[in-house]
């Protein structure tokens, strides 16, 4: 059964893509079917996280996997099979709402965790996931910026609290950058995809589109984090806490937990 066909263009590359979502029997896992071959949604096929989480296996390669994995995980969706006709997922608005719309709801795929997992990284960054009954994320960002400076989202499944709500809570949260930065990637030819249509430009004084949640960027943080620990295809019973994450610390995590003894 396919769920939906989605098109628009790749943030990093600029060029335009489509991905087919289909539904896979049980056990399948999540997989993309890219022109050059077949790449499992797993933590060991990570091949670099500088600007976005891009996965490979063999002559495969696709980049910015981490919205339509954090849409499985918010979801519940362990089964999918995403076919993609370029080196990269659409951008869509830069959240994970319209992967998330287009999915179906079922109780997230939860599993014990044996022991403490830390992951440390440059400037303070870390994630701590201890084992707790429930799954509760907190993620902190901090950035020495007047308009920005520290901002924390939460996710505590399950919905109906606000906290819970994944689809409405922490979909919608989109992807962000630094106006000084923005202006190096686009001087590098990077970020050719990139407009206030799927991105939000954070300048001195203001946000440019307007932001959808005060805290709209940490939500995207934890977005991101949500998705790349999904690579190992589940999320733990953990009490996560996340000091400035980045795919790079959170795929570190992801292939941690992968590894680490679960029940
Ligand atoms: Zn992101």
Known sequence: MT????????IHTGQPCTATLTALPPG???????????????????????????????GARLSTVEHLLSACAGRGITDLKITVD??????????????AEVLPQSPLVLRELTEPVIVTGRGGAFIA???????????????????????????APPAPTSEGDYAREIAP????????????????????????????????DRYEPALRFDNELARHKLLDLLGDLYLTGFLPKADIIAMKPSHRLNCQLASLLSRTDLE
Not at 175 to 202: C, H, M, P, R, Y
């Open 28 to 58: 399948s896992g999540i997989v993309f079917e890219t022109a050059q071959g077949t790449i499992p949604a797993r933590a060991e096929n990570v091949v670099e996280t500088l600007r976005c989480t891009v996965l490979g296996s063999g």
């Open 129 to 155: 996931c201890y084992p707790a009954e429930h799954l509760t994320v907190t993620c902190a960002i901090a950035f020495e910026h007047a308009l920005v400076g520290t901002q924390v989202a939460r996710f």
């Open 3 to 10: 769920y939906a066909t989605l098109s628009g263009v790749g």
């Open 86 to 99: 370029g080196p990269e997922l659409p951008i869509l608005d830069g959240s994970a709402a319209g992967w």
């Open 173 to 204: 949260a989109r992807t962000f950058g630094f106006i000084e930065e923005v202006q190096k990637l686009l001087d590098a030819g990077l970020a050719k995809g990139g407009s206030l249509d799927n991105a939000v430009i954070v300048y001195p």
